[in-house]
């Protein structure tokens, strides 16, 4: 089975922190994402990242950054934490698209539920 | 842009009830649709997905129909358990840029014994 790690389930910080979210996937895939999901909007894409080193912007990308220096691990980070990123947050994993792989699901974390006072 | 717009919940039912959770999307070209459903204090996992007009996704006793002339993609079970008891979201990704998946707001479901 594939294996999403959310390295914590429960997360207290206070504003102004810089904060890293890590995520972890063990079944070699080059898609990885960070998506944020509150009550009512559903999940919104942050950022999402289709090999090492490589990064586009998500749809909410505003006061968030992410890093991959490794093909396994996708790592979320709040430059200066606010109240406003108060929510929890998915990372997910998926082969990249093309030839024999087509619409390859996304692989979902379990969630950290950030709280940002 | 694209979209999914899902009905809004709670949707509550008894055990082995008929559920039906609406969706219907907005999108150019030809998308691929998903079920995913999240059960309490855990992630999202997908449930079934079509990838064309009329392909029919299932898993566990849900079913739903890619229908494209009416852009529908309805969630379908015949009797509810009360394990069925998650958040039920709707998602479609495009083919030029299938990476991304645009999500409903979900539909919390309960079954009461």
């Known amino acids: 089975d594939v294996k999403v790690t959310q390295s914590s389930r429960y997360l207290v910080k206070r504003t102004g922190e810089k904060v890293f979210l890590e995520c972890v996937q063990d079944m070699d895939h080059e898609n990885m994402f960070w998506y944020r999901q509150d009550p009512g909007l559903g999940l919104r894409l942050i950022y999402f990242s289709y090999d090492v080193k490589m990064k586009e912007k998500g749809d909410i990308p ?9 093909k396994e691990r996708f790592s979320l980070i709040l430059e200066s934490a606010s109240t406003n990123q108060t929510s929890m947050y998915l990372c997910a994993s998926s082969h990249k698209q093309g030839g024999l792989k087509i619409n390859q699901p996304q692989h979902f974390g379990d969630g950290t539920r950030l709280s940002i006072l | 842009g694209d979209s999914v717009t899902q009905m809004e919940g709670p949707v509550t039912l008894s055990e082995e009830a008929f559920l039906t959770i609406n969706c219907t999307y907005t999108a150019t070209g030809y998308p691929s ?9 855990e992630g999202l996992q997908l449930l079934l997905k079509a990838t064309k007009a009329d392909d029919k996704g299932s898993n566990k006793g849900f079913e739903a129909t890619y229908r494209k002339e009416t852009t529908s993609f309805h969630l379908e ?27 409903g707001s979900g539909t919390r479901l309960l079954v009461r014994p």
Request: glycine share 6%; proline share 2%.
């Open chain 1, 62 to 70: 505003e006061g968030y950054s992410v890093s991959r220096e490794k």
């Open chain 2, 33 to 41: 649709l998903f079920w995913y459903v999240q059960y309490p204090g």
């Open chain 2, 77 to 103: 079970k015949g009797s509810v358990q009360v394990s069925d008891s998650a958040v039920y979201f709707c998602a479609l990704t495009r083919m030029d840029s299938s990476y991304k998946l645009i999500f």
